[in-house]
């Protein structure tokens, strides 16, 4: 990706890697760019997580985007989906997020999604990028009349958990459910939303004070909800990330249900109803290796893309597949959204619940989890860390000894100067004395 923008936006820590200034300047590049490109004035939208630096952020951003002639629509404390929504259904021309996802409360990012909810095409990223380092050309300043003006849009946010309502096909009446907000984005959506459906509903981490999202909570620090969902007998509960477009769950025993058997469950699902379009499932290379073996065992395709919810996107979307996510939480269900979505996510899970009447932990038991290790090294340069001739014929001689029962995966992290290294083995043991041989040679 380029210099500011990963495949997950521009992120960093707020007033050091990613200033109120680079939010003026986004927002006058996006608001000249698509004034050119329409030939007219432009419409944006715009959500924020809780984090203290969003608004200073959003601010930045509406000032930019005005400045230049854009009208400015705020949806304020929203999910990154919601925003995907508003968009590609209320004619916006794009849409910015203000977060910076699972990341501490001093990072912030901002994510760029086209007409459609989509992430940004790279060729307009780059177009961006290079304004924000030389200045030029210079979007044109609008006088008068020509100045944008801005929205309080609260509707558009609305109007977004009303349609996920719409989507579940059966009352939660009697179910007990758990829901970790991760002090995010979530915060006043999520139990909103399962509390209309009839749920019992226990909410955590949902207040927000604008320092403590993502802080031993959420998707990221699952434990707290294991906890609550054992010790209240619920029947299922889920946890969400800083801007919500990620989910994990918990079955009614407290175990971890992650994105791997979450595609599992649902692929399952689909295919059982005869709604799994090319009978294919999209993955990325950190999915494990259970869910591939328990696809064969049912007869599901499976396609392997880079990591990063983008390109299961993307790979979706050329293919004409429906179902695809990350072993993360990212899921992405190409009939109801162009972006994964945490919340859309449990309505899909809550449906399989309901329909099958079998408990969680009974659909997800055939994907047998092999051991996985991912440990994050800190590098100078990326690219010459993961060339390295001696890590790369480590890596091969590991995968040899391991003979088809593990791997091997080392990959440049999209948004961070880190390396990741991960080994999935036939046991704890072995991932660990893998992992500590190759985390050595890129040290």
Same mark, same amino acid.
């Given at each position: 990706?380029?210099?500011?923008?990963?495949?997950?936006?521009?992120?960093?820590?707020?007033?050091?890697?990613?200033?109120?200034?680079?939010?003026?300047?986004?927002?006058?590049?996006?608001?000249?760019?698509?004034?050119?490109?329409?030939?007219?004035?432009?419409?944006?939208?715009?959500? +924020?997580?809780?984090?203290?630096?969003?608004?200073?952020?959003?601010?930045?951003?509406?000032?930019?985007?005005?400045?230049?002639?854009?009208?400015?629509?705020?949806?304020?404390?929203?999910?990154?989906?919601? $925003?995907?929504?508003?968009?590609?259904?209320?004619?916006?021309?794009?849409?910015?997020? !203000?977060?910076?996802?699972?990341?501490?409360?001093?990072?912030?990012?901002?994510?760029?999604?086209?007409?459609?909810?989509?992430?940004?095409?790279?060729?307009?990223?780059?177009?961006?990028?290079?304004?924000?380092?030389?200045?030029? =050309?210079?979007?044109?300043?609008?006088?008068?009349?020509?100045?944008?003006?801005?929205?309080?849009?609260?509707?558009?946010?609305?109007?977004?958990?009303?349609?996920?309502?719409?989507?579940?096909?059966?009352?939660?009446?009697?179910?007990?459910?758990?829901?970790?907000?991760?002090?995010?984005?979530?915060?006043?959506?999520?139990?909103?939303?399962?509390?209309?459906?009839?749920?019992?509903?226990?909410?955590?981490?949902?207040?927000?004070?604008?320092?403590?999202?993502?802080?031993?909570?959420?998707?990221?620090?699952?434990?707290?909800?294991?906890?609550?969902?054992?010790?209240?007998?619920?029947?299922?509960?889920?946890?969400?990330?800083?801007?919500?477009?990620?989910?994990?769950?918990?079955?009614?025993?407290?175990?971890?249900?992650?994105?791997?058997?979450?595609?599992?469950?649902?692929?399952?699902?689909?295919?059982?109803?005869?709604?799994?379009?090319?009978?294919?499932? $999209?993955?990325?290379?950190?999915?494990?290796?259970?869910?591939?073996?328990?696809?064969?065992?049912?007869?599901?395709?499976?396609? +392997?893309?880079?990591?990063?919810?983008?390109?299961?996107?993307?790979?979706?979307?050329?293919?004409?597949?429906?179902?695809?996510?990350?072993?993360?939480?990212?899921?992405?269900?190409? +009939?109801?959204?162009?972006?994964?979505?945490?919340?859309?996510?449990? !309505?899909?899970?809550?449906?399989?619940?309901?329909?099958?009447? $079998?408990?969680?932990?009974?659909?997800?038991?055939? $994907?047998?989890?092999?051991?996985?290790?991912?440990?994050?090294?800190?590098?100078?340069?990326?690219?010459?860390?993961?060339?390295? =001739?001696?890590?790369?014929?480590?890596?091969?001689?590991?995968?040899?000894?391991?003979?088809?029962?593990?791997?091997?995966?080392?990959?440049?992290?999209?948004?961070?100067?880190?390396?990741?290294?991960?080994?999935?083995?036939?046991?704890?043991?072995?991932?660990? +004395?893998?992992?500590?041989?190759?985390?050595?040679?890129?040290?």
């Amino acid at each position: 990706m380029g210099k500011y923008f990963g495949t997950d936006g521009f992120r960093g820590e707020a007033n050091v890697d990613l200033t109120a200034q680079h939010a003026y300047k986004i927002g006058r590049f996006l608001a000249g760019y698509y004034r050119q490109l329409r030939g007219r004035r432009c419409r944006f939208v715009i959500g +924020k997580d809780t984090r203290r630096s969003s608004y200073m952020l959003e601010y930045a951003l509406v000032a930019g985007l005005t400045s230049c002639g854009g009208d400015v629509y705020l949806l304020h404390v929203t999910t990154t989906p919601s $925003v995907s929504y508003v968009v590609r259904t209320e004619d916006f021309d794009a849409g910015l997020m !203000i977060s910076a996802s699972h990341n501490p409360f001093y990072d912030n990012g901002i994510k760029l999604l086209n007409e459609r909810g989509e992430k940004m095409d790279a060729e307009t990223i780059a177009r961006l990028e290079e304004y924000l380092d030389s200045g030029s =050309p210079e979007p044109a300043l609008a006088l008068r009349d020509e100045i944008g003006c801005t929205v309080d849009y609260t509707a558009g946010r609305n109007r977004y958990m009303g349609y996920l309502i719409s989507l579940a096909v059966r009352s939660y009446r009697g179910m007990r459910v758990g829901l970790d907000c991760a002090n995010g984005s979530a915060w006043m959506l999520a139990k909103s939303i399962f509390d209309a459906l009839g749920a019992k509903t226990t909410a955590i981490n949902n207040e927000p004070d604008g320092t403590n999202i993502n802080m031993n909570c959420g998707s990221t620090h699952i434990e707290e909800l294991q906890n609550l969902v054992r010790e209240l007998h619920l029947d299922v509960g889920f946890a969400f990330d800083g801007d919500a477009d990620r989910c994990l769950a918990v079955d009614e025993q407290g175990r971890v249900v992650d994105g791997d058997k979450i595609l599992y469950i649902y692929g399952r699902y689909m295919k059982e109803r005869g709604k799994l379009l090319n009978n294919t499932v $999209v993955t990325t290379v950190m999915s494990n290796l259970g869910l591939y073996k328990a696809f064969d065992a049912l007869g599901i395709d499976y396609e +392997k893309t880079a990591v990063g919810d983008r390109f299961v996107y993307e790979n979706m979307l050329q293919n004409g597949h429906r179902l695809g996510g990350e072993q993360s939480g990212h899921i992405i269900f190409s +009939k109801y959204a162009s972006t994964g979505d945490g919340i859309l996510t449990a !309505i899909k899970l809550m449906e399989v619940i309901l329909e099958r009447k $079998v408990p969680l932990s009974k659909l997800a038991e055939p $994907v047998k989890t092999y051991p996985q290790l991912l440990q994050n090294v800190r590098v100078a340069d990326k690219q010459a860390a993961l060339h390295n =001739p001696a890590l790369q014929q480590l890596a091969a001689q590991i995968e040899e000894q391991m003979a088809g029962e593990g791997r091997v995966l080392i990959r440049p992290s999209g948004t961070e100067p880190v390396v990741r290294v991960m080994v999935e083995a036939a046991s704890d043991e072995l991932c660990q +004395k893998y992992v500590q041989q190759l985390v050595e040679v890129v040290k």
